[in-house]
């Protein structure tokens, strides 16, 4: 979780800037405005902070901003600054819901102390509602990220844990393994589910556009620029911001990134006015950065801020188990992706796919399982038999395995139809799956043995 922030709200210039200082001094990360409207630009649900705020201020007094601020997260903590004669109605205040008060002139430390407890309360009312997100969201991750590999297993346990933070997510993995798959599904189970998802793809952003596409632009910042323009961060308000293959972005522009990380505000093309930005940013790359920060290719305090958390995909090659599976279900989404009846696989052309190594991953698979719907069969290479060891006798072992394999994520890991098709007993197919070291589990949905007859 990030660390907290004070919004600090006085019109009095000199007093809001000792106040400041004092709360700085205590150790406080502190944001001051001279005004209630600009500090309710930085206020969102999953605020993670309090707001200290003077009662009597011209424009948008101190009430009517408390009242702001309970209308988007009536959990956020306010603590009202009052004169002598204000008490009144800071108790009044407090009835309505003001985390506390305190009276000018006051001691630093005394406000020190409240902000304190303030935020600590806001910590454990923002972790609750994590945990409560984890506990109870209904997903279909299962479906976006198919696989019963431990490692897809752990995938799919921290992209739920990840989900309700607001933490940024750095995502590594090979190219075809799913990284934006997995990025919408961190969006989609979010708390930002109903705002913009933004996918920028680094590697090809018009060098000589790439500052206003990303931060926008004033009428007139340069030729041609007619009107003002909303780049993609500021497009993005509210929701998520995917840097696809972040190591292909420009060295001058990645130190202009990482301020927008730290800051989290973008000034336009043309302006001097700093405009605050309300999104979560999820970075993917098929580079290893720590070698392109060794290169000089990147820079390392950016790759510290994005890799708070990072996920790895693993490629199909390190889990063989899940490609007979996710080739079926892959065939039945083409199936209805070209409305074709449901397509039968035979046993041996999943035991062909599950020998391959697939180099382009699961893009490179569904490619093969839509040219198989749509009749046009398999490529010579995914048809090959290279990966089948030479000997005759681990040749005819991996085919009957591969055969075996197939049948039973043909069926759903059930095992009757399996040896009745394959014409063998239950008790040699049995011995077959110990033999070659199959679960039915990891192959199918299991059923009760009684129900296999």
């Not at 009517?64 to 997260?73: E, F, N, Y």
């Not at 806001?122 to 590999?149: C, F, H, S, Y």
């Amino acid at each position: 979780m990030k660390q907290a922030v004070i919004l600090l709200i006085d019109d009095e210039d000199e007093l809001r800037r000792s106040t400041a200082q004092s709360l700085d001094l205590a150790g406080f990360t502190v944001r001051d405005f001279s005004g209630a409207e600009d500090a309710l630009d930085f206020i969102t649900q999953g605020f993670n902070g309090v707001v200290i705020t003077d009662i009597r201020m011209p424009g948008m007094d101190g009430m009517t901003l408390m009242g702001r601020v309970r209308d988007i997260d009536a959990d956020i903590p306010v603590i009202l600054a009052t004169g002598h004669g204000d008490v009144q109605l800071a108790v009044k205040a407090m009835r309505e819901g003001a985390y506390d008060f305190v009276e000018k002139p006051f001691n630093g430390q005394t406000l020190a102390d409240i902000a304190a407890r303030a935020i600590d309360r806001r910590r454990l009312v923002l972790e609750n509602r994590q945990l409560r997100a984890v506990a109870g969201k209904r997903d279909d991750i299962e479906a976006r990220l198919p696989g019963r590999t431990q490692a897809m297993i752990d995938l799919r346990y921290q992209l739920r844990a990840v989900a309700p933070t607001d933490a940024d997510v750095l995502i590594i993995g090979d190219t075809g393994t799913g990284k934006e798959v997995a990025a919408r599904a961190l969006h989609d189970i979010s708390g930002r589910a109903t705002k913009s998802f933004v996918a920028i793809n680094c590697a090809a952003l018009p060098a000589d556009l790439i500052e206003s596409e990303l931060f926008g632009h004033e009428a007139g910042a340069f030729p041609g620029a007619m009107r003002a323009r909303y780049g993609k961060f500021e497009h993005a308000r509210g929701g998520t911001v995917l840097l696809d293959e972040i190591g292909s972005m420009p060295l001058d522009l990645q130190a202009k990134f990482l301020r927008v990380i730290q800051e989290r505000v973008i000034t336009r093309l043309g302006s001097n006015e700093a405009v605050p930005l309300d999104v979560r940013f999820i970075a993917t790359s098929k580079a290893d950065l720590e070698a392109e920060v060794a290169a000089g290719r990147f820079r390392a305090d950016l790759l510290y801020r994005l890799n708070v958390v990072t996920l790895r995909l693993p490629a199909l090659a390190a889990r063989r188990e899940d490609v007979p599976l996710l080739f079926l279900q892959l065939v039945n989404e083409a199936a209805a992706r070209y409305r074709r009846d449901d397509v039968a696989v035979p046993p041996q052309v999943v035991a062909g796919i599950a020998h391959r190594d697939w180099p382009g991953n699961v893009r490179e698979l569904r490619n093969a399982a839509d040219r198989f719907v749509l009749g046009l069969g398999l490529s010579p290479a995914e048809a090959s038999e290279d990966a089948v060891p030479a000997r005759l006798a681990d040749r005819v072992a991996e085919f009957e395995r591969g055969v075996i394999a197939g049948a039973l994520a043909a069926s759903g890991g059930s095992l009757k139809p399996v040896y009745e098709s394959l014409g063998i007993s239950r008790k040699t197919l049995y011995e077959k799956m110990q033999k070659y070291g199959l679960d039915r589990r990891d192959l199918g949905d299991s059923e009760p043995a009684a129900a296999e007859g």
